[in-house]
């Protein structure tokens, strides 16, 4: 892979897609790990070509940017995860720099899941209610042809014994209610369970990159 020599000013050329700065960190990483004074582009480039060139891997340098593109990555894949990024060498103070900018579907995915549930789950809550309101309209429907029972009275040998009264058949019991028959309970829980994967993801595969991408960089230099 070639690439110019030394260091390179910031590359303007924008990654496509949404620049939303707030909305972009759901599922876009963007860092840098430092780079040896000595080393040139082309010879930083080369050191992580290994890690880059994959199965299913895109690779392309334009104006000292290296961009890749994967395509259905494998497991063994170790930037599996970002699936789209761009990198390039930037000068810092007295040294350099390798800037990235990766772009994840697998955390988009994970951010969006837990939405979907919690919208199961209200659906849950929505359906319950309204066949509540429907099995208490026609309860209230019944009631207005149904005529009042006889309370039964209690004989005087046994209220002088006392008996309790028998109970009034025109009272509704109180009785717990019936929370549905849909539960809401499990849409809660794996939105949830894929909020937690999301926020451990967009912590560890951050720091993921840097470290893999240090130890490319401190690596033997490639074989020509």
């Known amino acids: 892979m070639s690439g110019a020599a030394g260091t390179l000013e910031t590359p303007r050329r924008a990654m496509p897609g949404l620049s939303l700065p707030l909305i972009d960190k759901i ?26 060139r994959t199965a299913g891997t895109t690779l392309s340098e334009e104006g000292g ?13 170790k930037l599996a995860t970002f699936t789209r990024g761009r990198m390039w060498i930037e000068q810092a103070g007295a040294g350099a720099v390798l800037r990235f900018d990766l772009f994840s579907h697998a955390l988009l995915l994970c951010f ?12 849950a809550i929505t359906i319950n209610a309204w066949e509540a309101a429907g099995a208490e309209a026609s309860e209230q ?36 209610k019936d ?33 893999r991408l240090r130890a490319a960089l401190a690596g033997p230099p490639p074989s020509s």
């Open 179 to 211: 929370e549905g028959r849909h539960s809401p309970d499990e849409g809660y829980a794996l939105a949830g369970i894929f909020a937690a994967i999301y926020l451990v993801g967009r912590w560890l595969e951050p720091f993921l990159v840097r470290r």
């Open 112 to 123: 969006l899941t837990p939405l979907l549930f919690l919208g199961f789950a209200q659906a």
């Open 65 to 77: 940017v290296l961009t890749y593109t994967k395509r259905n990555p494998a497991a063994q894949d």
């Open 27 to 52: 599922w876009r990483v963007r860092g840098e790990v430092p780079v040896d004074a000595g080393m040139s582009a082309a010879e930083a480039f080369a050191r992580i070509d290994p890690l880059l």
């Open 141 to 176: 429907a019944g009631k207005k042809d149904e005529k009042p029972k006889p309370v039964k009275k209690l004989h005087p040998v046994d209220e002088f014994l006392g008996a309790p009264a028998p109970e009034d058949p025109n009272k509704k019991k109180d009785e717990k």
